[in-house]
């Protein structure tokens, strides 16, 4: 089962950022991800698995 996000899908993950958020913004797929907090602007790259078990649930599409 693969979960439902695409470009610019807004995602939870399970663990907070340093900032208070833990709602991210998806800027960029492939075989890594990078995803933007929603509350500070801050931009990190994970692997897509890693990503895959990190995420909580999709926002919105």
Request: glycine share 4%; hydrophobic share 35%; with cysteine.
């Amino acid at each position: 089962m693969t979960p439902e996000y695409k470009l610019g899908s807004i995602v939870v993950m399970k663990k907070d950022h340093p900032c208070g958020s833990n709602e991210w913004e998806i800027t960029r797929l492939g075989a890594d991800i990078k995803i933007k907090c929603l509350n500070c602007q801050r931009s990190i790259m994970l692997p897509r698995i890693e990503f895959n078990k990190k995420l909580k649930k999709v926002i919105s599409l």
